[in-house]
């Protein structure tokens, strides 16, 4: 069985991943999840309470398999491109970087539709950069999963994100499938079946094939 790293694992698709792989007692045998604030615990869960400034990489819980990174922030939220960049690119290379020194082989990124390193819009630059310089860390698996928006319970209130769901669900059927608004517990099907496949090589899913 693998162990896994969840980072993002308080957020709409982090909650599920680590649903899903707490559930899954075949394929999983030991889930991390570093987060700020403490989780329900869990047999098979090790929640070591961290800031990621703070971290130095040598610490023991890094010794995974397989790494699924859900991290990610509005610059509402955090109040500047700056730190919207620190949660959506530093921090997700950060994560990677550590856990590949330490043994992990496979990396599944929860990113964006239009995520593009040439992208005018700042949100999709960042979104497409961290993909780039993911790719160069040189996972032996890594798998990118672009979702449109998405579907599921948030700790804070997106209403941009709401209105954006409600218009998307009563139009789905005219709204290309690329569009459509993805249950997040989907996106997290996928992130993990890819973490714990570990196929080897560099994998997209596009939002139409959630």
């Known amino acids: 069985m693998a162990s896994i790293l969840i980072a993002g694992a308080t957020g ?6 680590l649903r899903l792989a707490l559930a899954d007692e075949k394929r999983v045998g030991h889930v991390v999840a570093p987060t700020r604030r403490a989780l329900p615990p869990h ?45 959506d690119h530093e921090y997700p290379l950060l994560v990677a970087r550590h856990a590949l020194l330490n043994g992990a082989r496979s990396y599944a990124l929860n990113s964006s539709v239009g995520a593009d390193a040439g992208s005018k819009s700042f949100y999709l630059r960042t979104k497409g950069e961290v993909e780039r310089d993911l790719d160069e860390l040189g996972y032996c ?14 700790q804070e209130v997106r209403l941009g994100e709401s209105v954006a769901i409600f218009a998307l669900t009563a139009l789905k059927p005219v709204v290309p499938r690329r569009y459509r608004v993805v249950p997040a517990a989907r996106i997290a099907k996928a992130l993990l079946d890819r973490a714990l496949a570990g196929v080897p090589g560099r994998k997209v899913i596009e939002s139409e094939e959630l």
């Open 12 to 17: 709409a698709v982090g909650r599920e991943v």
């Open 43 to 87: 047999p098979r869960l090790e929640n070591p309470l961290v800031e990621y400034e703070s971290i130095a990489g040598s610490e023991p819980w890094w010794h995974v398999d397989a790494v699924i990174c859900a991290l990610g922030t509005t610059i509402k939220k955090v109040g500047s491109q700056a730190a919207f960049r620190k949660v």
């Open 141 to 154: 698996s890594y798998t990118i999963v672009r979702p449109s928006v998405i579907w599921g319970e948030r």
